[in-house]
Nanobody, 129 residues
Framework: QVQLVESGGGLVQAGGSLRLSCAAS????????MGWFRQAPGKEREFVAA????????YYADSVKGRFTISRDNAKSTAYLQMNSLKPEDTAVYYC??????????????????????WGKGTLVTVSS
């Protein structure tokens, strides 16, 4: 089992930045891939970014590429999502998730749980125009 708790959400103006954190406990953090996902009101949950268990490989949705950066600190059992140049369309509840396999570019074709086994409860990000 892995327990995940997100933090760092809030209200920010367009063009601003936020850093989300995901603290993990339970199963060895360094053995799981981590991902960030989001769900806007009235829309399906979508993939944002993922990182392999070593941190050597990352993959991003086209909509956030160049603006968001996913990272992890295995010593702290924490994953991060640095979000820059935020846009109103980035407004959503952001979820972190953990899974036993890193899917790389295949995340673009996955749906549902995106191959992830554990999910946090989410943190709200609101970007005002």
């Amino acid at each position: 089992q892995v327990q995940l708790v997100e933090s760092g959400g809030g209200l920010v103006q367009a063009g601003g930045s936020l850093r989300l954190s995901c603290a993990a406990s339970g199963r060895t953090f360094s053995s799981v891939a981590m991902g960030w996902f989001r769900q806007a009101p009235g829309k399906e949950r979508e993939f944002v970014a993922a990182i392999s268990w070593t941190g050597d490989s990352t993959y991003y949705a086209d909509s956030v590429k160049g603006r968001f950066t996913i990272s992890r600190d295995n010593a702290k059992s924490t994953a991060y999502l640095q979000m820059n140049s935020l846009k109103p369309e980035d407004t959503a509840v952001y979820y972190c998730a953990a899974g036993g396999r890193y899917y790389g570019t295949s995340y673009a074709n996955l749906r549902g749980n995106y191959g992830m086994d554990y999910w946090g409860k989410g943190t709200l990000v609101t970007v005002s125009s």
